[in-house]
């Protein structure tokens, strides 16, 4: 079945520096994907939609200057939380399409869980 | 305005069925997902409907969508320990592309 790759599972970083996310789909294309945060006891929350060759669509109230979104090619799509602050830590899962037919669904990477100290 | 609700905790006991309730807003919905997390996973998709149909059984998962009410369910019989994640209702729906609204998930605890 279809399976996306998200590295890294868990990141440690001080205040200020930037943290690189990575979301793979491994055996097949995706030209779409979304990236999601997720909040203790709480639900996924859509930041943007990552689009391969184009610039991501964010969502009311993500900042796409701190949330920066690349998706150079149709497997790969990256998250960089740049000068991340404590408030940042969260967790954080992206998903893409399965298929040209909604009923398939999404799939999800396993996600990052990001700690910023 | 997009709204998933559901409830957010559930205790059953191992062999017994489950149902888990899901209420939704935007009637523009066109596919309704069950996914399930594992803890410190990403979500799973166990099953889906499309918004025209009523019920939906995939072996032990049984979907049922009463669209005038703007209500979903998942039913899992014979609930098993390993069954216990949390569940999140999803819908799709248009908005200019399509957009997915997740519930807040809801806790199954199966007792042994």
């Known amino acids: 079945g279809a399976v996306v790759s998200q590295h890294p599972s868990w990141v440690i970083c001080k205040s200020g520096t930037s943290v690189k996310i990575e979301c793979r789909s491994l055996d097949f294309q995706a030209t779409t994907m979304f990236w999601y945060r997720q909040f203790p006891k709480q639900s996924l929350m859509l930041m943007a939609t990552?689009?391969?060759?184009?610039?991501?669509?964010?969502e009311q109230g993500v900042e796409k200057d701190k949330f920066l979104i690349n998706h150079a090619s149709l497997t790969l799509s990256t998250l960089t939380v740049t000068s991340a602050h404590p408030e940042d830590s969260s967790f954080y899962i992206c998903s893409a399409m399965t298929g040209l037919r909604m009923s398939y669904g999404y799939t999800f990477g396993s996600g990052t869980r990001l700690t910023v100290v | 305005g997009e709204d998933v609700e559901q409830s957010l905790f559930l205790s059953v006991r191992e062999g017994d069925s489950s149902v888990i309730n899901c209420t939704y807003t935007?009637?523009?919905?066109?596919?309704l997902y069950w996914y399930k997390q594992e803890p410190g996973a990403g979500l799973q998709l166990l099953t889906y409907?499309?918004?025209?149909?009523d019920m939906k059984q995939d072996q032990r998962l049984t979907v049922l969508l009463n669209k005038k009410d703007k209500h979903l369910s998942l039913r899992i019989a014979d609930t098993q320990t390993g069954d216990s994640a949390i569940y999140f209702c999803a819908e799709s729906i248009r908005d200019g592309g399509f957009k997915t609204i997740f519930g807040a998930g809801t806790r199954l605890f199966v007792k042994a």
């Open positions: 935007d009637s523009s919905s066109t596919y």
């Open positions: 990552s689009n391969e060759g184009s610039k991501a669509t964010y």
């Open positions: 409907i499309f918004s025209n149909m």
